[in-house]
């Protein structure tokens, strides 16, 4: 008897069934709504938070069209009720203004943040909800009822869930519509119904109207339609009409999932309004691309419209950012993706039990019965893993989370096969579901900060890996309420989004992500004090490798104390003279731009003399020197910025700094 056939025999009261799982949807509920209550602003919140509020009110999909409009307008709803100020059509370079107008709009509004942050996340967490739900309906269609239920317990206390459950980004949304789209195409291979192909194509056009990853659905849904076919081998003369109908079925699914798109974009080509324009425009955004095939694919989707500008304008931004992006893993910087991330990533952001009933899977569910189920639930993770692997964009485990409903309910399939085919072994499971929950609850409420006790725990996350897998900026709140308990009032802070937003009294140290384009005030080469610095920049992910890394030397030592697992805390005198050169450098770039040559030499030099040996504060420097037309004073920081560059982390150096490619390649 197959495992499913023995799951759906066992007996269970329908109401204590439905109490049960309705108790586990109350528990994520308290969950997501106690952390977040504690958690800043993550740094793409904000972002999308303004997004959905100018998509209502001006039908602006240029606002943030990195990402479609789905999961932004449902977050932005609950602020159309509220007597916020009112707002314009942003203008300038596209991403950038969006960026500019996000702190304004959430920080100096007649409401305050927070309730702008609360209303937001919990109308996004509605993603999450609806994906728990689908995963127990699902997984007791497929499955079985107890195997849905352990797998809905499972998904209540993940933490990677419960991490990004009731955030405003587009991950959580992904996720929901992605495992729908699946679990629809398989009810509709079950029974061709005309009901189950359209309930399909709205899966899929969700999916795809959520985030641009969603196009990888096409892919999943084309082999899980081959392996259908693949099952019905000896019956040839069948096959034949099977193959065409479900290529009718894939077509018809396609076609749905772009008229769904473009009802998210009101039926509208251009992304913004009458008098505003995309910048750079999609034609020129696109003949940046490396690839030749991809730009000729976008200028032609764009040319018949075929699909929304802005839906282009934002994949062509994926693109562009799949060619390369700075990585931190296992304590090092690589200037690019790597393609071993998102694995070793995976293993170290989930928890031991659950990894160990997917190990214990493949011997838990070798029995006949359940191929099509298993298939359904294993190639869409392994396609999606796949492509991410190939991605080159390693920002955080969250651009996989697609991957967890289909695993988490193989997991509990196989959690259940195992204790209830070996009676010796119910003991040993209970025991490791147990300790699903058990590692969940003690992270709380840092979820976003979670690794698993093999790779450290959650404190030590932070020398493994960063970005949204440990510090999003989320650790604001906690700190100030920890300075405030500590009566601190020396101190000085490195984060990417400013502090003082969150009360705290500290003063701002550069951030690698902003330092070049916001530099502001000079910085105390000396400091003595409390030194705050956010896991992002001890660990040197926007800043570059080893001694091109400013906050090195905290990396390096044991802090003090942690706050939020993400947050490190010194207490001491410090030498921040790297840290000060490389905002004096990036105010003179500041200066050169404004046509103020003698307040950027004056800041150049000061530069130079506070990290003479810094490629970028020389390169700097030759810079401006040049722009005064003093090229023969200018020579010997010329050549010493490239000496260094070309013994410190050449390839990182030409490759992700900018005033040492520039004077790079003009020679």
């Given at each position: 008897?197959?495992?499913?056939?023995k799951?759906?025999?066992?007996?269970?009261?329908?109401?204590a069934?439905?109490?049960?799982?309705?108790?586990?949807?109350?528990?994520?509920?308290?969950?997501?709504?106690?952390?977040?209550?504690?958690q800043?602003?993550t740094?793409?919140?904000?972002?999308?938070?303004?997004?959905g509020?100018?998509?209502?009110?001006?039908?602006?999909?240029g606002?943030?069209?990195?990402?479609?409009?789905?999961?932004?307008?449902?977050?932005a709803?609950?602020?159309l009720?509220?007597?916020?100020?009112?707002?314009?059509?942003?203008s300038?370079?596209?991403?950038?203004?969006?960026v500019?107008?996000?702190f304004?709009?959430?920080?100096?509004?007649?409401?305050?943040?927070?309730?702008?942050?609360?209303?937001?996340r919990?109308?996004a967490?509605?993603?999450?909800?609806?994906?728990a739900?689908?995963?127990?309906?699902g997984?007791?269609?497929?499955?079985?009822?107890?195997?849905a239920?352990?797998?809905?317990?499972?998904l209540?206390?993940d933490?990677n869930?419960?991490?990004n459950?009731?955030?405003?980004t587009?991950?959580?949304?992904?996720?929901?519509?992605?495992?729908?789209?699946v679990y629809?195409f398989?009810?509709?291979?079950?029974?061709?119904s005309?009901?189950?192909?359209?309930?399909?194509?709205?899966a899929?056009?969700?999916a795809?109207?959520?985030?641009?990853?969603?196009?990888?659905?096409?892919?999943?849904?084309?082999?899980?339609?081959?392996?259908?076919?693949?099952?019905?081998?000896n019956?040839?003369?069948?096959?034949?009409?099977?193959?065409?109908?479900?290529?009718?079925?894939?077509a018809?699914?396609?076609l749905?999932?772009?008229?769904g798109?473009w009802v998210?974009?009101t039926?509208?080509?251009?992304?913004?309004?009458?008098?505003a324009?995309?910048?750079p425009?999609?034609?020129l955004?696109a003949?940046?691309?490396?690839?030749?095939?991809?730009?000729?694919?976008?200028?032609?989707?764009?040319?018949?419209?075929?699909?929304?500008e802005?839906?282009l304008w934002?994949?062509?931004?994926?693109?562009?950012a799949?060619e390369?992006r700075?990585?931190?893993?296992l304590?090092?910087?690589?200037?690019?993706?790597?393609?071993?991330y998102?694995?070793?990533?995976?293993l170290?952001?989930?928890?031991?039990?659950?990894?160990?009933f997917?190990?214990?899977?493949?011997?838990?569910l070798?029995?006949?019965?359940?191929?099509r189920?298993?298939?359904f639930?294993?190639?869409?993770?392994?396609?999606?893993?796949?492509?991410s692997?190939?991605?080159?964009?390693?920002l955080?485990?969250?651009?996989?989370?697609p991957i967890?409903?289909?695993?988490?309910?193989?997991?509990?399939?196989?959690?259940?096969?195992?204790?209830?085919?070996?009676?010796?072994?119910?003991?040993?499971v209970?025991?490791?579901v147990?300790?699903h929950?058990?590692?969940?609850?003690?992270?709380y409420?840092?979820?976003?900060?979670?690794?698993?006790?093999?790779?450290?725990?959650?404190?030590?996350?932070?020398?493994?890996?960063?970005?949204?897998n440990?510090?999003w900026?989320?650790?604001?709140?906690q700190?100030?309420?920890y300075?405030?308990?500590?009566?601190?009032?020396?101190?000085?802070?490195?984060?990417r989004?400013?502090?003082a937003?969150?009360g705290?009294p500290?003063?701002?140290?550069?951030?690698?992500l902003t330092?070049?384009r916001?530099?502001?005030?000079?910085?105390?080469?000396?400091?003595d004090?409390?030194?705050?610095?956010s896991?992002?920049e001890a660990?040197g992910q926007?800043w570059?490798?080893?001694e091109?890394?400013?906050?090195?030397?905290?990396?390096?030592?044991?802090?003090?104390?942690?706050?939020?697992?993400?947050?490190l805390?010194f207490h001491?005198?410090?030498?921040?003279?790297k840290?000060?050169?490389?905002n004096?450098?990036?105010?003179?770039?500041?200066?050169?731009?404004?046509?103020?040559?003698?307040?950027?030499?004056?800041?150049?030099?000061t530069?130079?003399q506070?990290?003479?040996?810094?490629?970028?504060?020389?390169?700097?420097?030759?810079?401006?020197m040049?722009?005064?037309?003093q090229?023969?004073?200018?020579?010997p920081?010329?050549q010493?910025?490239?000496?260094?560059?070309?013994?410190?982390?050449?390839?990182?150096?030409?490759?992700?700094v900018?005033?040492?490619?520039a004077?790079?390649?003009?020679?």
């Amino acid at each position: 008897m197959s495992c499913a056939g023995k799951a759906n025999q066992t007996r269970h009261s329908p109401r204590a069934y439905a109490v049960a799982a309705l108790v586990l949807i109350l528990v994520l509920a308290t969950e997501l709504v106690l952390s977040i209550r504690l958690q800043s602003q993550t740094i793409d919140e904000g972002q999308h938070i303004l997004a959905g509020h100018q998509y209502w009110k001006h039908r602006d999909f240029g606002s943030n069209p990195e990402h479609p409009p789905l999961v932004k307008l449902v977050a932005a709803l609950p602020l159309l009720s509220l007597n916020l100020n009112p707002t314009a059509v942003l203008s300038g370079p596209t991403k950038a203004a969006n960026v500019n107008a996000m702190f304004p709009f959430l920080y100096q509004n007649r409401v305050d943040a927070d309730t702008i942050l609360f209303r937001t996340r919990m109308a996004a967490s509605l993603f999450t909800f609806l994906l728990a739900v689908l995963l127990l309906v699902g997984g007791y269609e497929m499955l079985g009822p107890m195997p849905a239920l352990l797998g809905l317990g499972l998904l209540v206390f993940d933490p990677n869930i419960l991490a990004n459950g009731a955030l405003v980004t587009t991950d959580v949304g992904e996720t929901c519509f992605l495992f729908a789209s699946v679990y629809a195409f398989y009810r509709y291979v079950k029974k061709q119904s005309a009901t189950n192909l359209v309930w399909c194509g709205v899966a899929v056009s969700l999916a795809l109207a959520a985030k641009h990853s969603g196009l990888v659905i096409l892919l999943i849904l084309g082999l899980l339609a081959a392996s259908e076919l693949m099952g019905r081998i000896n019956a040839p003369v069948r096959i034949g009409k099977q193959a065409v109908r479900l290529a009718t079925a894939l077509a018809a699914i396609v076609l749905m999932g772009c008229a769904g798109l473009w009802v998210f974009y009101t039926f509208r080509y251009s992304a913004r309004p009458e008098g505003a324009a995309l910048n750079p425009p999609l034609d020129l955004f696109a003949r940046t691309l490396r690839k030749g095939l991809q730009t000729n694919v976008v200028l032609t989707l764009a040319r018949f419209h075929v699909l929304p500008e802005s839906y282009l304008w934002g994949l062509t931004d994926i693109l562009v950012a799949t060619e390369g992006r700075v990585t931190f893993l296992l304590g090092r910087v690589y200037e690019t993706g790597q393609w071993f991330y998102f694995p070793l990533v995976f293993l170290m952001k989930s928890t031991l039990p659950f990894l160990a009933f997917l190990v214990a899977a493949p011997f838990a569910l070798r029995r006949r019965g359940l191929r099509r189920e298993l298939l359904f639930l294993a190639i869409p993770p392994l396609v999606f893993f796949a492509t991410s692997m190939s991605s080159g964009l390693n920002l955080g485990v969250r651009h996989i989370l697609p991957i967890f409903p289909f695993l988490i309910l193989i997991a509990a399939a196989s959690a259940w096969s195992l204790a209830t085919r070996f009676p010796i072994l119910k003991l040993p499971v209970a025991l490791l579901v147990f300790g699903h929950v058990a590692t969940s609850l003690h992270v709380y409420p840092d979820y976003l900060t979670y690794s698993n006790e093999i790779a450290g725990g959650p404190s030590k996350s932070y020398r493994l890996m960063t970005d949204s897998n440990i510090d999003w900026s989320q650790g604001l709140t906690q700190a100030a309420v920890y300075i405030s308990q500590h009566k601190i009032s020396e101190c000085w802070f490195a984060n990417r989004i400013d502090p003082a937003l969150y009360g705290i009294p500290c003063k701002p140290l550069p951030n690698g992500l902003t330092f070049r384009r916001a530099a502001g005030a000079p910085v105390s080469p000396m400091v003595d004090g409390a030194v705050f610095i956010s896991a992002n920049e001890a660990a040197g992910q926007a800043w570059g490798p080893g001694e091109l890394n400013p906050y090195q030397q905290f990396f390096e030592k044991k802090p003090d104390d942690m706050i939020a697992n993400s947050i490190l805390v010194f207490h001491g005198a410090f030498d921040l003279s790297k840290a000060a050169a490389l905002n004096r450098s990036a105010r003179a770039q500041q200066f050169l731009l404004q046509k103020k040559l003698d307040d950027a030499l004056s800041e150049a030099q000061t530069a130079a003399q506070l990290a003479p040996e810094s490629a970028e504060v020389q390169a700097t420097l030759c810079q401006v020197m040049i722009q005064m037309n003093q090229k023969e004073q200018a020579e010997p920081a010329c050549q010493l910025a490239l000496s260094i560059a070309r013994r410190v982390y050449p390839e990182y150096q030409f490759l992700r700094v900018p005033a040492v490619r520039a004077i790079g390649t003009s020679r």
